[in-house]
C-alpha cells in the first residue's frame, strides 16, 4: 500500500491550496482515511477524516475553511484548504487506516505547506 500526497508549497495568508493523496489500492478499502499535520515542536494533529460510507469530520480549527472530498475513480483524496492562515504551516500527511479491532494506518511521505507574507 502506498499513500502520496501532492500539493503543498508556500502561499500568502488568505491563499488556497488543494492537497492531493493518491492511494495504490482502492480508497475504499481503508475504513477511515485522513489528513493530518504536523508542524514543529508540536503533536501531530488530525485535520480530517472521511469515513468509507462518506461521514466527514473536521478539526475546528479548519472547520468551513477546508474541504476534504475524493475520487474513487482516481483513488484519490483531496483537502481544499481556503482562507490559509499562518498557524496552518505544518506537513501535512495522508493516512489510511483499515481494520477495527487491530486497525493499520498507512502513512504518506507528508507535504510542506508554509503560509507567510
Known amino acids: 500500500v502506498q499513500l502520496v500526497e501532492s500539493g503543498g508549497g508556500l502561499v500568502q495568508p488568505g491563499g488556497s491550496l488543494n492537497l492531493s493523496c493518491a492511494a495504490s489500492?482502492?480508497?475504499?478499502?481503508?475504513?477511515?482515511m485522513a489528513w493530518y499535520r504536523q508542524a514543529p515542536g508540536k503533536q501531530r494533529e488530525l485535520v480530517a477524516a472521511?469515513?468509507?460510507?462518506?461521514?466527514?469530520n473536521y478539526a475546528d480549527s479548519v472547520k468551513g475553511r477546508f474541504i476534504f472530498s475524493r475520487d474513487s475513480a482516481r483513488n484519490t483524496v483531496y483537502l481544499q484548504m481556503n482562507s490559509l492562515k499562518p498557524e496552518d504551516s505544518a506537513v501535512y500527511l495522508c493516512?489510511?487506516?483499515?481494520?477495527?479491532?487491530?486497525?493499520?494506518?498507512?502513512w504518506g511521505q507528508g507535504t510542506q505547506v508554509t503560509v507567510s507574507s
Open positions: 472521511i469515513a468509507s460510507g462518506g461521514n466527514t
Open positions: 489500492v482502492s480508497i475504499f478499502s481503508f475504513a477511515v
Open positions: 493516512c489510511g487506516r483499515r481494520g477495527t479491532l487491530t486497525p493499520v494506518n498507512y
